[in-house]
């Protein structure tokens, strides 16, 4: 009779075939398990960056009596900056965060973008950088990254020199205090996460409402500019170190990982009308963004850390952004 042909350790080929085949099976049901496992750390990383800003931003309010300016300019009225120096939230930070050394490499009585400034804004500071981003490296070799975008308002983030302010919590020459919260720490945002990667509609053309728009007509506003503006080269949040809303801020017009496309190809796009430096009124669409499934980490005013899923409502995402809305939020809304 023939016999089944066997392999030298005594295994039929069926045998081993099933084998491989239960092993192969194995380690498709543990890869998934493996990569939970992994985004769930970056995502409690991401979470105590966050809360070391929170810190800083808390750290910084005891001894200066207000949370730090977003931006620092000199101009007149809605004209453009005379004087443009840029140093953003973050840079202001350092010194209550354990980073005196990236602080005293800076000179922070002129432009932040000054030649002598070059090692102090090329830094590459790990707490600003989520784990989960995918896009790491510097976007030239000279401004460093960040994934944690400060709350500069719902829509229009800059009204000119005479009247500083937004209805967020950060701008130019201007910065909140603990008693400006009217609406409660635990119920206002401070920062939140977004990518440093992807182009932006920037110096645009057209006009804009200074009066916030719906979620659609935000929507629709991008899609409609496509043309009037520049797509930028430089995406959001390749500068850490600058204040503007373009490059370190976010916008809660609409809610996290909401697809704003605009262009033949349906790309996703941030919108900025123009650099605050440029002029008011500036309007932006800068939306808190994440590799994280279903949502994103967001601070709030009292220094703790939430994870935010992205589908809140646009309404409770707006009032979260507002210090002073006067809304009432559900603890269970978000």
Known sequence: MRQTRRTHNGFTLIELLVVIAIIAVLIALLLPAVQAAREAARRMQCTNNLKQL??????????????????????????????EMGWGVASRLLPYMEQANAYNIGNYAIKYSNAQNLTAIGLTLNFLICPSEVKTEKFTPVYGITNYGWNMGTWLVWTGYSSPGNDGMFGVNFGRRIADIRDGTSNTLVASESLASGPSLRNCSGSFPT???????????????????????????TRWSNGASYYSGLTTGLPPNTQVTAGPNKIRFNLISKDENEGAPTVAIVTAASNHAGGVNAMLADGSVRFVKSTISAGVWRALGTPQGGEVISADSY
């Open 54 to 83: 929170g810190l800083g931003v808390h750290n910084y309010e005891s001894t200066v009596g207000m949370f730090p300016i977003g931006n620092a300019n000199l101009g007149i009225g809605t004209g453009p900056a005379i004087i």
């Open 211 to 237: 009066s916030i728009p719906t979620r659609e007509e935000m929507l629709s506003i991008v899609a409609s500019s496509y043309g009037s503006c520049s797509i930028t080269k430089d995406p959001w949040g």
